[in-house]
DNA sequence: TAGATTGTTAATCGATTAACAATC
DNA sequence: TAGATTGTTAATCGATTAACAATC
């Protein structure tokens, strides 16, 4: 079946709702309370989860665990993916050394830069290693997934330095775009700025 | 006229591929030479463009100074945006930090955090104040976008923070979803690599 | 002029939403 | 049973693309 793209960064958030109400001590919902929640419509919800299967009793609601456990299957959380940072300024450290991202299922075991003098230093329990051993890194090490996190000038050399090295997909926070086989995700701070700039714009102009 | 969201994206994907251009000495392009080098079709571009106006001449091309000058004032970035970022965690600062955002027309002049050890401590010339300086700072310095970088627990009062401080747009990083009456543009590490991951999983699906 | 490329229309494709039968 | 909520159909809405007249 044909899966909206929109509708799995949705499952994502529900995702991670879900493992908020559980936290809360809740154990079951509905689509109606997350829909509320997330400002979102309730039919939103079960239609995205309906391209996977039947998860709820109608007339009862969802099971939090057994939602989040679905949830874990689909978007391919049930093992921890082995993950590097390619660039380690000061975004690719903070990246690093955000805690947060472990939780969720990614390990991060290793930071690559070309600046030697940076070699060797560490970022939690993740050594900092030149760019040069990346590929025997990588296939040592099963990496999955590579955080491109380089100036903008060094970012396709990047990625397809990983893609040659066996990596199966790219969280890119460069500010170009990249261009390889394998799937790329973009995480581009001055674009989002700049479709924020343009919304404050337009309100303006119709609060008129 | 409506305006497809997504198209307010590429509109700054093209400002960028634009500037790219003319940093390399060209100075005239066309719908096909930037789709070539985003990877998109020629005529989403014009289309794109054309909800703003008639920028090229048929048979010719875009002037790209003219281009530039025209997306510029679209993207509202004839002027510097100031702004704040709250939370001077480790991926508040190295946001702070990032040259390249005042060259986009952001101008990062304060970071704001809890906790008071952090206060006076400096990000390039922009100092961390006590969150509690907020409102007063923002309505001083006519602060106009927050960037949010608070642990997700922080994040929903931080927002209403900033909107009661006078900020008109945030950025937010934090992994939540925050509820606010100002445009918010959601910048999800968390359900990007999700979304990644799913990819990646489906590919292998389909490579069999 | 001949060739090239725009701007725009109309068709297609994709995503969201309303509505409701099914059923707990 | 009566009330609630699911899963799904069909309608609507929104975005992309192909195609081509306009025109440089």
């Known amino acids: 079946m044909k899966i909206p793209k929109?509708?799995?960064?949705r499952l994502a958030v529900y995702y991670r709702c879900l493992q908020r109400m559980k936290e809360e001590g809740k154990d079951k919902t509905s689509s109606k309370e997350m829909a509320q929640r997330l400002g979102i419509k309730a039919c939103q919800?079960?239609?995205d989860l309906s391209y996977f299967g039947e998860f709820g009793k109608r007339?009862?609601?969802y099971n939090i665990d057994n939602l989040l456990e679905k949830l874990k299957a689909i978007l391919g959380l049930e093992s921890v993916w082995r993950t590097v940072v390619i660039g380690a300024g000061n975004l690719g450290k903070a990246i690093a050394g955000y805690k947060g991202i472990k939780e969720q299922g990614f390990d991060i075991i290793a930071l690559f830069d070309v600046d030697r003098r940076k070699v060797g230093k560490k970022v939690n329990n993740a050594k900092i290693h030149h760019i040069d051993e990346l590929e025997e890194f990588v296939k040592k090490n099963d990496v999955k997934i590579a955080i491109l996190s380089v100036p903008k000038e060094a970012a396709q050399q990047a990625a397809e330095a990983?893609?040659?090295a066996g990596v199966?997909?790219?969280?890119?926070?460069?500010?170009?775009?990249?261009?390889?086989?394998?799937?790329?995700e973009n995480v581009d701070i001055a674009v989002s700025l700049k479709s924020l700039t343009f919304q404050i714009i337009r309100r303006k102009g119709k609060e008129k």
Chains 1, 2 share one sequence.
């Open 45 to 47: 919800i079960r239609k």
């Open 59 to 61: 007339g009862v609601g």
């Open 6 to 9: 929109p509708a799995i960064k």
């Open 168 to 184: 199966e997909g790219i969280l890119n926070f460069s500010p170009r775009v990249i261009n390889v086989s394998i799937p790329v």
């Open 162 to 164: 990983a893609e040659k």
